[in-house]
């Protein structure tokens, strides 16, 4: 009985190290920003509300690269970004991400398989306000970055063993600070929602 658990576990794991590989990859496409809200708090008042957004999609990239274990289960890490977001008196810029996450497979033939991944991201953006709000002239900068969750589901197919073709959505909502005075707080957040095409070279 031993001798049959031995060989069984054996043969698991040489189908696993048959199935592992790294991969490296990167796609292209849009980002589409909804539902952004403006909250302030302080000790004196505090309160949210939506912000309208000139413009709300942008062009959205990515590299990334991971490690299939096997055929179900992958890291992945990947640096992305989006492009600007222009306004009359906000335009947000510069927006950058780095994400580490867990990815689940489930192969339906030998090249199609679908997919679903859960993570962190540390998301940093810049703001630039105008300062006509408070009867100014001129604009004032803020940056920020933050910690927030990245989920994402997709398809991808094997054109051959080693070049992948894979579509994605990707989904985060970072909140992000963007005034801190003593005990006052303004932040910012919205829900990003990216669908994207990407290939990879698997090793």
């Known amino acids: ?7 069984a576990v054996a043969l698991l794991t040489a189908c696993s190290i048959a199935n592992a590989n790294p991969y490296v990859g990167g796609s ?13 708090n302080s000790a004196i ?3 949210s509300e939506a912000l309208e957004m000139q413009d709300d999609s ?9 490690y299939q274990f096997n055929q179900y289960f992958a890291l992945e890490g990947a640096i992305g ?12 810029g510069d927006m950058k991400f780095v994400a580490f996450q867990p990815k689940a497979i489930l192969p339906l033939t030998d090249r199609f398989s679908l997919y679903a991944k ?3 991201a540390y998301f940093n953006a810049e703001f630039k306000v105008s300062n006509s709000v408070v009867g100014a002239s001129g604009y004032t900068t803020m940056s920020d970055t933050t910690m927030t969750g990245i989920y994402g589901i997709g398809a991808e197919f094997a054109l ?44």
Do not use: C
């Open 1 to 7: 009985m031993l001798r049959k658990t031995v060989v």
């Open 118 to 120: 859960a993570g962190i």
């Open 45 to 47: 008042m505090s309160g």
């Open 58 to 66: 942008s062009l959205a990239g990515k590299i990334y690269a991971g």
């Open 81 to 92: 970004g989006y492009d600007a977001l222009d306004g009359d008196i906000v335009t947000v």
């Open 160 to 203: 051959t063993d080693n070049l992948h073709l894979e579509a994605t959505w990707d989904y985060m909502n970072p909140e992000l600070e963007v005034v801190k005075l003593a005990s006052a707080t303004a932040t910012i957040d919205a829900d990003i929602n990216v669908f994207s095409l990407g290939l990879s070279y698997h090793f």
């Open 28 to 40: 292209i496409g849009q980002a589409k920003f909804d539902h952004a809200n403006a909250s302030l």
